[in-house]
């Protein structure tokens, strides 16, 4: 019992140090963008576009196919589902306020967790484990400029652009479905589409992306930067960053709804 | 003579380290190390794994703070001095790791120049000249657009000499840099150790655990043992302590071989030891 104890006091204090870490890296990140030109050490843009090729550019593919994938669906439960009450005319309300508000943020930022979290996360404790970091720190470049910032930065760019693209693909692959089904133009359909959808809406699930992206990137980071232990090291940091990645998006998301929708 | 031996002072060290303690957790791995290194000077640190060389570097470096103890570089304390300060600092400071640290997204003449274009303001054509002669130095000419991956052991610890001296660097130092490497590529790249104090006066501690690498490019000895200071001498001095370790460590002899079958039977089965 008492070792059960020990074992969740030191989880909770691993974590409660982590979240600090993260804390510690953005209020960094932001620093050195901040005030690093002046000392003449910026975060070197060349370096955030690169990191903004791999997560946004490099995604677009399967960005696309998962949102229009989502899309369809969400197309046709809205219809079975409003059909039982012979409501299917309404279909186009619910598919534009879930698709914006929440499917797109959500399925971007469980996208990017998984590609460009593991990433960052396999390229840092990689580097971690080579000296990599520490070669860097006796160059006399902070990590956090040159390697942390400039993916932060790249991800809450892109994150919010891949899922105004995803409210795109997701919206027009509903379209298709809907106006077969409905005998209605497409143009009637985006139409109900803009009536229904506000700025707010819009600005709920782009603002959710840039958390997502942010978080995605802290989380990432503070995995890679702990690792240890070869190659083994970077499998286990790895995945636990994507699994710490997806949870806390989820986490944020939920309480993201409750505090913007509820409060 | 002894008159005038009085009358010029001892010129001040490029390193001072004294009472340097430091640990892992609860562990105390460094035992109050005090340490001089001169000007020009080559200094390797050897000792056993893990006899606490590689944690020793580790701290001359800056890359670790001490628990306790003062580490001067070039007159500066490096336990106290502030970001600035340590940045100056760190552009008179050239390290080569083990197994070199060299950026695998960069290619060989991007790892080299990477010093350069974050602490000069020269203009691209002049760091790629400066990173081109420091290659031609450690005889890796024409490797400059190779990736890190495509390089040979050998090659990868030269290249990583090569980023470390392109800001010509007064302190240099070396983690390992024979390990791993066959006899030739090995002994030229204590050559090149040489050349490189030779020609450019560089003040060099070099961590190593190969006696006969240790034995050529020094000018003192540091013997490390258990995270402590067992000996500093010349070559020489070394090799004739009759310290049971320091011979241990010449001969490769294993603590263990000292251990007399006996008691290492008591020792696996927890018998106590008889009495006589």
Known sequence: MLRVAEGLGRSVVRGVEEVGFAGALFLESVLWAALGPARRQPVRLTAVFAQMMQIGIGALPIATVLSATIGMMLAIQSLYSLGLFGAESFATIGIALSVVREFAPLIIGILIAGRSGSAIAARFSTMMINQEVDALRAIGISPVRFLAAPALFAMIVMVPCLTMWANIVALTAAGLFVTGALQISMAAYFADVIAVLSVNDLAHGLGKSMLFAAMVALVSTVNGALADGGAEGVGRRTTRAVVHSIATIIVVDMVFAFVVTAG | ?276
């Open chain 2, 1 to 276: 003579m002894a008159a005038l031996e009085q009358t010029i002072p001892a010129p001040t060290p490029a390193i001072r380290v004294s009472g340097l303690q430091a640990h892992y957790g609860a562990q105390q791995v460094l035992h109050d190390i005090d340490l001089e290194v001169r000007p020009g000077e080559i200094v390797v640190v050897m000792g056993g794994s893990g006899s606490g060389k590689s944690t020793l570097l580790r701290h001359l470096v800056g890359l670790t703070r001490p628990t306790a103890g003062r580490i001067e570089l070039l007159g500066t304390d490096i336990t106290r001095a502030g970001a600035l300060e340590m940045l100056r600092l760190r552009r008179r400071l050239g390290v080569a790791f083990q197994g070199g640290a060299l950026f695998s997204s960069m290619t060989v003449l991007e790892n080299i120049i990477l010093p350069l274009q974050e602490h000069t303001r020269l203009d691209r054509k002049t760091m790629e000249i400066m990173a081109r002669l420091k290659l031609e130095v450690v005889s890796l000419a024409g490797a400059d657009r190779l990736m890190p991956a495509q390089l040979s052991g050998g090659m990868l610890k030269r290249a990583a000499v090569a980023r470390a001296i392109v800001m010509d660097p007064a302190l240099l130092f070396f983690d390992e840099p024979s390990a791993g490497l066959d006899p030739v590529v090995s002994s030229a790249l204590d050559e090149l150790i040489l050349k490189l104090r030779d020609a450019m006066g560089m003040t060099m501690v070099v961590v190593t655990h190969e006696l006969e690498s240790a034995f050529k490019i020094a000018d003192r000895i540091t013997v490390l043992d258990r995270g402590r200071i067992l000996l500093v001498d010349d070559v020489d001095g070394v090799r004739r302590s009759d310290n049971a370790r320091i011979q241990n460590l010449l001969n490769r002899r294993s603590e263990d071989a000292e251990v007399d079958a006996k008691s290492y039977l008591q020792r696996l089965t927890g018998e106590p030891a008889e009495t006589d």
